[in-house]
C-alpha cells in the first residue's frame, strides 16, 4: 500500500509537468484541434503517464530500495556497486526520455531491455547484497596486543571503502567521539573515539592508519572497526592488554622561569609555654613547634595515562635537585601521583633543643623561611613488552622549607 502511494504521487508529479509542458506548447497539445480533441490528447497522455509510472517503479522496486538503502549515511555515489550505479542511470536515463517526448504513444523500447538486463545482471552477480570478508586479510582481522601502535596500516583489498563503525566487541555499544557523534570515517580525514585512545585516519592514499594508546586498564580492551565497499562488509577485532611493565627512560625537567618564590611563614609551626622553675640551667625539647612543617610536591597533566603506568608497588621518581645560591637544598624521590602529596620536616630521631635558663618561663614560637617554584617537565615511557615508547607532558609544583628559625617571648 505504501509503495502504491509512492508511485502515484510520482506520477502526480509527471501530471503535474505534462500540463505544465502543455501551457508552454499549446499549440502541440491543441494545437489547431478543437478543445474536445485537445483535453481527449492531454487525459489519454496522463492516464498513460500513470500506467508507465506504475511499470517503472514496479519493475524496478527492487533496485529502487537497495538504491535509497545505500543513499542513506553515505555522501557519494561511489559506494554504489556495479548493479546499483546501472539501475540510477537507468532511471535518470528513462525519465529524462519521457520528459523530452511527453506524447509519445509507444514504449520506448529501452524500458524493456533495461529491466530484462538489470535482471540479468542480478542472477549473474557472484557478489550478494551482505557478503561478508574478503577486504581484510586474515592475518589481519583478529588483532592480540600488549602495547600501543602510532599510524599502523591496515591493508584494505578495496579502492572504494570507509569506515562504517567502531563498536565495543563485548557490549556491541557504537562508540562514538567527543561530541557525542557515532564514529565512522568515509572521506580522507580522521576521528577519534572520546577519550583519545584511539584514532583512524583515512589518508589522501587511501590508506587507513590506526594510532592506539596504551591500555593501563587490568581489564583487557576490546573492539571492532567495521569496514563497507560495496556489497562487501568485513572486520577488524582488537583486544589489547596491559603490557608487562614500563621504564622511564627519559625525563626532560625545566625549571619556568621566574617562577621561584622565597617567603616566611608561620605554616606549619606552633608555639610553646616553655618553664623551668629549678636553679640550673636546662635543655627543654622544643621539636615539636615544627612538626607540622612539610614539604610539598604536586603534579599536574593532562596526558591519558599519566598517572597509570607506573608500578603501583614504587610510585616514586627522582626529580631534579634543589640548588640555591650554589648549594643543594633538597635531593630525592618523590611519589609521582595526581594531585599533591607532603612529606614532613621532621623525620623520625630528629630533635631540637633550647638551654632554658634557671627559674626561667617563656613562650617559644616557630617561623620558617620556604622556596616555592614550577618546572615544566616530559618523561618519555618504554613499554617493556613491546619496546613501543610514548610520552608523558605535565607540570610539576615543589614546595621546600629551607630555614627554621625560634623565636623567643
Not at 78 to 107: A, G, H, S, W
Not at 279 to 292: G, L, S, Y
Amino acid at each position: 500500500m505504501a509503495n502504491n502511494t509512492m508511485h502515484d504521487k510520482i506520477a502526480f508529479l509527471f501530471i503535474l509537468y505534462c500540463f505544465n509542458l502543455s501551457k508552454r506548447t499549446k499549440d502541440q497539445f491543441l494545437g489547431k484541434k478543437s478543445l474536445t480533441n485537445g483535453i481527449f490528447v492531454v487525459t489519454k497522455v496522463n492516464i498513460g503517464m500513470i500506467s508507465l509510472s506504475r511499470f517503472l517503479f514496479v519493475c524496478q522496486d527492487f533496485w529502487i530500495k537497495r538504491i535509497f538503502s545505500r543513499i542513506d549515511g553515505k555522501r557519494s555515489i561511489i559506494f554504489f556497486n556495479l548493479q546499483d550505479r546501472f539501475c540510477l542511470v537507468n532511471c535518470v536515463v528513462q525519465i529524462i526520455d519521457f520528459m523530452k517526448n511527453p506524447l509519445k504513444r509507444t514504449f520506448s523500447f529501452s524500458y524493456l531491455v533495461w529491466p530484462f538486463f538489470l535482471l540479468i545482471l542480478t542472477s549473474c552477480s557472484k557478489e550478494g547484497l551482505n557478503s561478508q570478508g574478503g577486504l581484510i586479510d586474515p592475518g589481519f582481522k583478529a588483532v592480540n596486543l600488549q602495547t600501543g601502535i602510532k599510524e599502523n596500516v591496515i591493508p584494505i583489498k578495496a579502492d572504494l571503502w570507509y569506515v562504517s563503525y567502531v563498536k565495543d566487541a563485548l557490549t556491541g555499544e557504537i562508540l562514538k567521539d567527543s561530541t557525542g557523534k557515532k564514529l565512522k570515517l568515509e572521506l580522507t580525514g580522521s576521528i577519534g573515539v572520546d577519550g583519545g585512545w584511539l584514532q583512524l585516519e583515512k589518508t589522501i592514499n587511501n590508506e587507513l592508519k590506526l594510532t592506539l594508546l596504551e591500555n593501563f586498564s587490568d581489564q583487557p580492551r576490546s573492539f571492532a572497526i567495521g569496514i563497507l565497499s560495496a556489497d562487501k562488509m568485513d572486520e577488524v577485532n582488537f583486544i589489547q592488554t596491559r603490557a608487562d611493565g614500563y621504564d622511564l627512560v627519559k625525563k626532560e625537567i625545566k625549571e619556568v622561569k621566574e617562577s621561584r618564590k622565597i617567603y616566611v611563614s608561620t605554616e606549619g609551626c606552633t608555639a610553646m609555654n616553655l618553664v623551668n622553675s629549678s636553679n640550673r640551667e636546662r635543655k627543654v625539647d622544643i621539636t615539636a613547634i615544627f612538626k607540622d612543617v612539610k614539604y610539598s610536591s604536586e603534579f599536574i597533566s593532562d596526558s591519558y595515562g599519566a598517572f597509570d603506568w607506573l608500578n603501583k608497588t614504587d610510585s616514586t621518581i627522582f626529580m631534579d635537585e634543589l640548588m640555591v645560591n650554589g648549594g643543594v637544598r633538597w635531593q630525592g624521590k618523590v611519589p609521582y601521583s595526581k594531585g599533591k602529596t607532603f612529606e614532613n620536616y621532621i623525620k623520625s630521631g630528629d630533635k631540637q633543643e633550647l638551654l632554658l635558663k634557671p627559674n626561667a618561663q617563656i613562650t617559644a614560637r616557630g617561623e620558617f623561611k620556604y622556596l616555592e617554584r614550577t618546572c615544566n617537565y616530559i618523561f618519555t615511557i618504554k613499554n617493556k613488552t613491546s619496546g613501543h615508547e610514548f610520552q608523558v607532558k605535565g607540570t610539576w609544583k615543589q614546595k621546600v622549607p629551607l630555614t627554621p628559625r625560634t623565636i623567643l617571648e
